[in-house]
């Protein structure tokens, strides 16, 4: 890809993207490209509007000396303990510009957080050419050798037409994860969705990346095929995955805010989202299709239903599936409270029902509010919107 645009543009100091991945929220975010290089996809709410641009590797290696240099100041403020005080702190930074206090900012984050690890911004990092990428990851490595983790979000689509050699390269040069949103294994919901990627390149990209030796993060969508998919959706993606076998999955609920352009479709009724318990009959018959691999299921996002979904394969699905054979069995007075209460963050499992305190102010919220087991969904849809 070239760099013309790029390659002049002046440095306005450091930047940060607008999202990371949930697992990184300890993360020092550095931002290596600007929004998303395909940005079509039907579900998704970031980036709409905004421009792609590869940020020059000069650029980003400012960002991380700005950030070592704040790290170094930090370390020199701080007592035996590892503690700064607020004094000090507010000398330091009455002396920055207003450009430098963003890195500084990242960088006390950081400081405070561990130093443990790094997460490449934005939406698809590794569409920059190999030899970037490896400069940048060495640059990193010797600023911060106490790393333990850096990481990228990355497009199957892309990871696929990377050479072996140049991943094993990446690989050498520190990248240890790549997060990839997968969202589903169905060739008809991914034209669907305009996800601009086939499941024969989610295989090949997944299989790829596990060979290279980078830990790989799967994202897979529950409910992106609606109704009408819901089956093919499961079904196709436990097998996509049952050919790549990556360290983790996660899941992550589909939402339709009114800016996605899912959502035109959704009102139109071509689009039929699923209910909570069709959303989880299908998250359901997805985890019983999971065959063959050791992956680690993780279901770490606030519109989750069932945040107790996790575990590793195989030794842990009989008890993620009992998770949801539990609430689907529930009577449908106790399925609402459940679906309430977890979105509302008041509920960590069913079991969590059974706390008469608990289940007392889910009963008043649901009698002032009218909601009842019939129009629960549409309840729970108006909440999950206000979380995107």
């Known amino acids: 890809m070239k760099r013309k645009s790029t390659q002049k ?27 998303c290089p395909w940005n079509k996809c039907a579900f998704c709410p970031v980036y709409k509007g905004e421009k792609f641009s590869l940020r020059p590797v000069q650029h980003v290696k400012k960002d991380i000396d700005a950030v070592y240099e704040h790290v170094r100041a930090l370390g020199s403020m701080s007592d035996s303990a590892g503690q700064v005080s607020r004094a000090d702190l507010d000398a330091y930074v009455s002396k920055l510009s207003d450009s430098d206090r963003q890195a500084f900012y990242a960088a006390l984050n950081w400081y405070a957080a561990g130093m443990e690890s790094v997460f490449l911004q934005d939406a698809n990092s590794m569409i920059i050419s190999p030899e970037e990428m490896i400069e940048i990851l060495q640059h990193l490595r010797t600023r911060f050798p106490g790393v333990v983790r850096i990481t990228a979000y990355a497009r199957s689509h892309t990871v696929a037409r990377i050479a072996d050699d140049r991943l094993k390269a990446i690989a050498k040069a520190g990248l240890n994860r790549l997060h990839i949103g997968m969202e589903s294994g169905s060739d008809a919901v991914l034209k669907m969705v305009q996800k601009g990627t086939t499941k024969q390149q989610h295989v090949k990209a997944g299989k790829k990346a596990v060979a290279a030796g980078i830990e790989l993060s799967e994202y897979v969508m529950p409910g992106l095929g609606g109704r009408a998919l819901s089956r093919s959706h499961a079904l196709e993606t436990a097998d996509a995955l049952n050919q790549i076998n990556p360290d983790y999955i996660r899941l992550r609920t589909l939402a339709i805010p009114g800016s996605v352009p899912l959502f035109e479709d959704y009102q139109a009724g071509r689009f039929e989202k699923l209910t909570d318990v069709e959303a989880a009959e299908e998250i359901l018959l997805f985890l019983q299709n999971l065959e063959g691999i050791a992956s680690r299921v993780r279901s770490d996002h606030i519109l989750n239903l069932f945040e107790d979904i996790q575990g590793t394969l195989p030794e842990d699905k009989e008890r993620m599936t009992g998770v949801i054979e539990a609430f689907l069995a529930m009577a449908p007075h106790d399925r609402m409270l459940y679906q309430v209460g977890r979105r509302l963050g008041q509920l960590r499992s069913t079991d969590d029902l059974e706390n008469p305190g608990v289940r007392s102010q889910l009963e008043d919220l649901c009698l002032k509010n009218g909601i009842t087991p019939d129009n629960v969904d549409a309840f729970i849809n108006e909440m999950m919107k206000r979380f995107i």
């Open 9 to 35: 543009e002046q440095y306005k100091g450091f930047e940060q993207g607008p999202i990371r991945p949930p697992s990184e929220a300890y993360s020092l975010l550095i931002r290596v490209t600007r929004n």
